[in-house]
């Protein structure tokens, strides 16, 4: 028995591309110093959105330097998703936006 397969780059995708259908919610994880970060100031950076799930903390790393929180927002359009993610990147202390 022989398999045969004349041009595998022909074939159809595997799987078919997603499209996210707005107004949708996201949910975000932030990672961030553990010493030296005012949590106030990451609400006060989402304040403008519609927060729809608290920001909560969900850990800290092993050696205590940095801790986890989560946020869910609703979002209204792609630019608004870019929006968000710049203003909790400039966060002083945020180290990453998941």
Do not use: H, W
Not at 12 to 41: H, L, M, N, W
Not at 49 to 76: D, F, H, M, N
């Amino acid at each position: 028995m022989s398999l045969k397969e004349t041009n595998r780059f022909e074939r159809a995708p595997a799987s078919i591309p997603q499209e996210v259908v707005y107004p949708a919610q996201f949910d975000f994880r932030i990672i961030t110093e553990a010493k030296g970060f005012d949590e106030a100031c990451l609400v006060a950076a989402v304040a403008a959105y519609k927060v729809t799930g608290p920001l909560t903390p969900s850990r800290t790393s092993s050696e205590g330097r940095y801790r986890a929180y989560s946020l869910s927002i609703e979002i209204q359009m792609q630019t608004e998703l870019q929006e968000i993610d710049v203003a909790l990147k400039r966060v002083p202390g945020v180290r990453m936006v998941l």
